[in-house]
């Protein structure tokens, strides 16, 4: 795998990371929260519609979380952008392992919650954010 494709794929995992962060941002509004609660009712399989945003305390998580996953994600493609070329390896190992450790905190907080189903949804966003992420990049 080459060294651009690989750069590329960053830029995919930043848009990933931060693609959640408006959903939970609209989340914070009562008005416009039906993103977010569709995108929790989906990660807390079935689809019931128990999931709402209508508590101050649930709304300001959200704010914290949209906030945290556009940071993030922002945050990965300035390293792609600014820092890669520096040092590939190094972004590469970077990102990997914010991405599983994500992955992996995340996923147990939601079987200890109750939520194990989306353990099974952070697999698939985790196969997606890595991609070829798992093997180090070749010129």
Do not use: H
Not at 15 to 32: D, E
Not at 35 to 59: C, H, I, Q, Y
Not at 92 to 106: C, E
């Amino acid at each position: 795998m080459t060294q651009k494709f690989q750069k590329f794929w960053i830029g995919i995992t930043a848009i990933v990371v931060a693609s959640f962060a408006p959903v939970f941002f609209l989340g914070t509004m009562i008005s416009t929260a039906s993103p977010a609660e569709w995108t929790m009712d989906l990660l807390s399989w079935p689809l019931d519609g128990v999931e709402n945003f209508k508590s101050p305390t649930t709304r300001f998580l959200s704010a914290l979380t949209g906030g945290f996953l556009f940071g993030w994600g922002v945050c990965i493609w300035f390293l792609r952008k600014w820092v890669y070329d520096k040092a590939p390896e190094e972004t590469r190992k970077v990102i990997l392992y914010g991405i599983l450790a994500w992955f992996f905190l995340d996923s147990l907080g939601s079987i200890t919650s109750g939520n194990s189903i989306n353990a099974l949804f952070n697999i698939i966003i985790l196969l997606v954010a890595v991609g070829p992420l798992w093997r180090p990049a070749k010129d």
